[in-house]
């Protein structure tokens, strides 16, 4: 069991996927920043010296002051402070947690959406597809941060103003998740469309399998690749409108220190000299950002069988 779970392993650390990993400097620093990040924001619970949603402990005697190697700065806040006294740093580790929660969230329902959607409309065809392509064309009429914009508004619109803040989490991914599916939609039908030709298809179909079981057990499995590619890219991309819409006021409440909103805070300071509040955060979303998409370039082009 041992020596074929070995095996396993070193197949896939021999196998083409990991080969051109070993061999792109890009996509190693990049994965290295990624994770970095990512397990700074999962245990920013132990590594952040405070917590910033503990409003008791903030003490406003300490608002404003700049990085710790500038004059007037505190070791005891490396990257300096807000205009509340919070540490720039833990509210940096925890934001982005935050922001990783939203964007991961409103990728995965995204995915389940428009995979199954794409799934159906590429298989069954017809009038089916009809409609939901066409639905797909209505969508992408709209830029996503703009569609994001609208069904927050809508949604806040219709729950009473008391539970805003409880519901802010929901609201934010469920608004974009539903401008983000009609992507994997689209890829999954064409991928779907050329799918169903093949001999396993009509072999399944030919022993009974109904169409459920040919979809999500067949074909499912085969249009992986480029849905693989496209959540790494949306992940950037989810995060990049959560700090849009936090950025503008309608995201997550101002208490809570995702990327958006420490960015938006710091916008009020920045012309007035204090420009830590607002570049360290927007410096973390850069980065976490760019090596994401940057790992989605690589793997696009690790699977794609035309550049091997």
């Not at 039908?189 to 030919?206: C, F, H, M, P, W």
């Not at 950025?247 to 220190?257: A, H, R, S």
Request: net charge neutral; glycine share 10%.
């Amino acid at each position: 069991m041992k020596e074929a779970k070995k095996g396993a392993l070193a197949r896939f650390w021999d196998g083409d996927l990991m080969w051109s990993f070993r061999h792109s400097p890009v996509a190693i620093i990049s994965f290295v920043i990624a994770v970095g990040l990512f397990l700074s924001a999962f245990f920013s619970s132990f590594i952040a010296p405070y917590n910033p949603f503990d409003l008791a402990s903030f003490d406003l005697g300490n608002a404003f002051l700049p990085p710790a190697w500038q004059e007037g700065g505190n070791w005891k806040f490396v990257l300096g402070t807000d205009d509340q006294g919070r540490d720039m740093l833990s509210a940096i580790l925890y934001g982005l947690k935050v922001s990783l929660e939203i964007g991961l969230s409103s990728v995965l329902i995204s995915i389940v959406l428009g995979v199954s959607l794409g799934l159906v409309s590429g298989y069954v065809g017809g009038l089916t597809d009809s409609v939901i392509m066409r639905f797909c064309d209505v969508m992408l009429s709209f830029p996503a941060i703009l569609l994001a914009l609208l069904i927050d508004g809508v949604l806040r619109a219709i729950l009473p103003e008391s539970a805003h803040d409880q519901a802010a989490y929901a609201v934010l991914i469920f608004a974009i998740s539903l401008s983000g599916w009609v992507r994997y939609a689209r890829t999954v039908r064409g991928a779907t469309l050329s799918e169903k030709k093949r001999d396993y298809v009509q072999a399944a179909q030919i022993h009974g399998v109904n169409s459920f079981g040919i979809m999500f057990s067949h074909i499912l499995p085969n249009v992986l690749g480029p849905v693989l590619v496209l959540a790494t890219v949306q992940v950037a991309t989810a995060i990049i409108a959560e700090a849009t819409l936090s950025f503008l006021g309608v995201g997550v409440p101002p208490t809570t220190p995702s990327l958006g909103t420490l960015i938006r805070i710091g916008n009020e300071f920045l012309f007035s000299g204090e420009w830590w509040i607002a570049i360290f955060p927007g410096i973390a979303l850069i980065l976490f950002v760019l090596a994401i998409n940057l790992l989605g370039d690589w793997l696009r082009d690790a699977l794609n069988p035309k550049l091997q």
